[in-house]
T-cell receptor
Framework: KQEVTQIPAALSVPEGENLVLNCSFT??????LQWFRQDPGKGLTSLLL?????REQTSGRLNASLDKSSGRSTLYIAASQPGDSATYLC????????????FGQGTRLTINP | GAGVSQTPSNKVTEKGKYVELRCDPI?????LYWYRQSLGQGPEFLIY????????DSGLPNDRFFAVRPEGSVSTLKIQRTERGDSAVYLC????????????FGPGTRLTVT
């Protein structure tokens, strides 16, 4: 059974810092991995999706990497801003046929002005 | 265009009552998913529809939970004889037919069972 872990559970950093959020998964046979952002009381916003054949994806100040063999992904946020404060979730999909996502518990990020 | 919408946004019900939660997916998306998120946790998969049929319902916790999607668009999640442990945010997502596609989530329905 696939298990996804995100460490740390919470992170607080000053504005302007670069930071890395970690995601690990127990079964390396994944189809893709998706990073989401969740604001308090809101739904999930997709940030980046990495297919299993890819090593990384970039969108603006965000860069996500994937190392399938070690069961790890990182989300790098450059030049953090207070508006980046949210909970960040990673989720893996097992195969092309298995549509469900298995989520980590999230990292609650606070950027202090 | 319009995203995934869910109604109601909040629902408070008494233990033992029946509730229905509605999801309107993005137009043209054939795949629809329901997840449940408890406080401080990541979402957990409940059920997945491809078109009108439930392709995977392995996440439904017990037979009090049921979901339908009769015309391949709107879906309703139905919970019978609600229990306090059913309190959570119920999230709906949709994706296009492309099996590699991203899932797009709605804002969720917060269910509170008193």
């Amino acid at each position: 059974k696939q298990e996804v872990t995100q460490i740390p559970a919470a992170l607080s950093v000053p504005e302007g810092e670069n930071l890395v959020l970690n995601c690990s998964f127990t079964d390396s046979a994944i189809y893709n991995l998706q990073w989401f952002r969740q604001d308090p009381g809101k739904g999930l916003t997709s940030l980046l999706l990495i297919q299993s054949s890819q090593r990384e994806q970039t969108s603006g100040r965000l860069n996500a990497s994937l190392d399938k063999s070690s069961g790890r992904s990182t989300l790098y946020i450059a030049a953090s801003q207070p508006g980046d404060s949210a909970t960040y979730l990673c989720a893996v999909r097992r195969s092309q046929g298995a549509q469900k996502l298995v989520f980590g518990q999230g990292t609650r990020l606070t950027i202090n002005p | 265009g319009a995203g995934v919408s869910q109604t109601p946004s909040n629902k408070v019900t008494e233990k033992g009552k029946y509730v229905e939660l509605r999801c309107d997916p993005i137009s043209g998306h054939t795949a629809l998913y329901w997840y449940r998120q408890s406080l401080g946790q990541g979402p957990e998969f409940l059920i997945y529809f491809q078109g009108t049929g439930a392709a995977d319902d392995s996440g439904l916790p017990n037979d009090r939970f049921f979901a339908v999607r009769p015309e391949g668009s709107v879906s309703t999640l139905k919970i019978q004889r609600t229990e306090r442990g059913d309190s959570a945010v119920y999230l709906c997502a949709s994706s296009p037919y492309d099996r590699g596609g991203e899932q797009y989530f709605g804002p969720g329905t917060r269910l509170t069972v008193t």
